[in-house]
């Protein structure tokens, strides 16, 4: 039987487990925190209003995680917003038709020249002010990533943010996917434990830990990238590997809930000039008295002083939104930067299609990769994670039947 431990309980790493258990695999999941989900983390405020503190919205294309939820019985619901369309505020008035085209546009020359400057082909290509703002807070928004420091290849699916499908949650909140992952995999998830080493030969793996070693077959190392840097492997990894892992970007964004003293209905109302958005949907079990806020990128959440508290946030979301009743009481801030076990919301990478593959995509003799950050198509969502873990136990089960010893490419 082929023992395999998978570093991390994240959507991914448990993504990973489940498929080898299926699989016939004997699997370990060593998870640093004492609860799974990783950057999915679903919780109550005060009031009773259920909140996604991380990952939330579940939009077109994504299958994978479709498919997974109705393996575990949790059908996804509509929760009354459109997560790419929002009211804008102030509303500039622009044409959609204009705005589409000058998508298409864009599209074109960053296509074209894929390595330039996103702000530099914006200027270039998009005449209208208000539209050419409106695509680099989008963008910005999206990515978590200030647009002055992203490249035109990030432009590549602009015109993905102007479509109008319908968001979808899980019931009872995204973090319930994790949590049933995990209660099918019992005791093999062991919470409370982070990788502090892997050592690696021909012969398997061994994972240190605060309590001792696990020895494997395989590795899955399912972490984000600030973690996997700081994970001590012997032998190193090769240089093109540690050059990959050292050239991912790591997003910043926070997240803001807010009680409402009076239910609204579903709505979404995004700040050009402040470049965050607040929305509102029935799904916050307590009937929409809820409002959340998505702040993404350094100088955003800086701007808002989302690490000092939810005051200043506040005041700007009353300001965008003033018919909003908010009752600051009660208020939460999450913030993924200094949390220990992210250091960061998610990676941002150019998108390109999943069948590339990079360092961190394809094994590494006993040792293989999981995480959005492997998945850069779908890089910074669910549905990467998922199907990051699993390719990543795809390739394991590839390298178990074809009786590697170690040492060379599990895949064959």
Request: overall charge negative; charged content about 20%.
């Given at each position: 039987?082929?023992?395999?431990?998978?570093i991390g309980?994240?959507?991914?790493?448990?993504a990973?487990?489940?498929?080898?258990?299926a699989?016939?695999?004997?699997?370990?999941v060593l998870?640093?925190?004492?609860?799974v989900?990783?950057?999915?983390?679903?919780?109550?405020?005060?009031?009773?209003?259920?909140?996604?503190?991380?990952?939330?919205?579940?939009t077109?294309?994504?299958?994978?995680t479709?498919?997974?939820?109705?393996?575990?019985?949790?059908?996804?619901?509509?929760?009354?917003?459109?997560?790419?369309?929002?009211?804008?505020h102030?509303?500039?008035?622009?044409?959609?038709?204009?705005?589409?085209?000058?998508?298409?546009?864009?599209?074109?020359?960053?296509?074209a020249?894929?390595?330039?400057?996103?702000?530099?082909?914006?200027?270039?290509?998009?005449?209208?002010?208000a539209?050419r703002?409106?695509?680099?807070?989008?963008?910005?928004?999206?990515?978590?990533?200030?647009?002055?420091?992203?490249e035109a290849?990030?432009?590549?699916?602009?015109?993905?943010?102007?479509?109008?499908?319908?968001?979808?949650?899980?019931?009872?909140?995204?973090q319930e996917?994790?949590l049933?992952?995990?209660?099918?995999?019992?005791?093999?998830?062991?919470?409370?434990?982070?990788a502090?080493?892997?050592?690696?030969?021909?012969?398997?793996?061994?994972?240190?830990?605060?309590a001792?070693?696990v020895?494997?077959?395989?590795?899955?190392?399912?972490?984000?990238?600030?973690?996997?840097?700081?994970?001590?492997?012997?032998?190193?990894?090769?240089?093109?590997?540690?050059?990959a892992?050292?050239?991912?970007?790591?997003?910043?964004?926070?997240?803001?809930?807010?009680?409402?003293?009076?239910?609204?209905g579903?709505?979404?109302?995004?700040?050009?000039?402040g470049?965050?958005?607040?929305?509102?949907?029935?799904?916050d079990?307590?009937?929409g008295?809820?409002?959340?806020?998505?702040?993404?990128s350094?100088?955003?959440?800086?701007?808002?002083?989302?690490?000092?508290?939810?005051e200043r946030?506040?005041?700007?979301?009353?300001a965008?939104?003033?018919e909003?009743?908010?009752?600051?009481?009660?208020?939460?801030v999450?913030?993924?930067l200094?949390d220990?076990?992210?250091?960061?919301?998610?990676?941002?990478?150019?998108p390109?299609?999943?069948?590339?593959?990079?360092?961190?995509?394809?094994?590494?003799?006993?040792?293989?990769?999981?995480?959005?950050?492997?998945?850069?198509?779908?890089?910074?969502?669910?549905?990467g994670?998922?199907?990051?873990?699993?390719?990543?136990?795809?390739?394991?089960?590839?390298?178990?039947?074809?009786?590697d010893?170690?040492?060379?490419h599990?895949?064959?």
């Amino acid at each position: 039987m082929t023992r395999v431990c998978v570093i991390g309980a994240g959507l991914a790493g448990l993504a990973a487990a489940d498929a080898l258990a299926a699989a016939g695999a004997e699997v370990d999941v060593l998870e640093a925190r004492t609860r799974v989900g990783g950057r999915v983390w679903t919780d109550r405020l005060a009031s009773g209003a259920l909140i996604e503190r991380g990952g939330e919205f579940i939009t077109h294309g994504y299958t994978t995680t479709e498919r997974l939820a109705a393996r575990l019985g949790c059908e996804l619901f509509g929760m009354g917003i459109r997560y790419p369309e929002r009211r804008l505020h102030p509303d500039p008035g622009l044409d959609r038709g204009a705005v589409v085209a000058a998508a298409a546009a864009v599209e074109r020359a960053a296509t074209a020249q894929p390595e330039r400057p996103a702000a530099d082909v914006l200027a270039e290509v998009v005449a209208d002010t208000a539209i050419r703002e409106l695509f680099a807070s989008r963008v910005q928004s999206a990515r978590a990533h200030p647009i002055d420091d992203l490249e035109a290849g990030f432009l590549g699916s602009v015109s993905s943010l102007l479509k109008d499908d319908e968001c979808r949650k899980v019931p009872g909140g995204n973090q319930e996917l994790a949590l049933r992952l995990a209660a099918g995999l019992g005791h093999r998830v062991h919470l409370g434990s982070p990788a502090l080493a892997i050592a690696h030969d021909a012969s398997g793996v061994s994972v240190a830990t605060a309590a001792g070693r696990v020895e494997a077959d395989a590795v899955v190392v399912a972490v984000p990238i600030p973690l996997l840097r700081a994970i001590e492997f012997d032998p190193p990894l090769p240089p093109e590997v540690i050059e990959a892992i050292a050239a991912v970007r790591m997003s910043v964004a926070a997240k803001l809930a807010v009680p409402l003293r009076a239910p609204v209905g579903a709505d979404a109302v995004m700040s050009v000039p402040g470049r965050f958005w607040a929305y509102t949907t029935p799904r916050d079990e307590i009937g929409g008295r809820t409002v959340g806020s998505w702040a993404g990128s350094a100088p955003v959440v800086s701007a808002l002083d989302a690490a000092g508290g939810p005051e200043r946030w506040i005041g700007e979301v009353a300001a965008l939104w003033p018919e909003l009743d908010l009752d600051p009481e009660g208020a939460t801030v999450t913030t993924w930067l200094d949390d220990p076990w992210a250091q960061g919301a998610y990676s941002v990478l150019v998108p390109r299609a999943d069948t590339d593959e990079s360092p961190l995509s394809s094994p590494l003799g006993r040792i293989v990769f999981a995480g959005e950050h492997t998945s850069p198509d779908w890089s910074g969502t669910i549905e990467g994670a998922l199907r990051s873990g699993e390719r990543a136990a795809a390739d394991v089960l590839r390298f178990r039947r074809s009786g590697d010893s170690g040492g060379s490419h599990p895949g064959g």
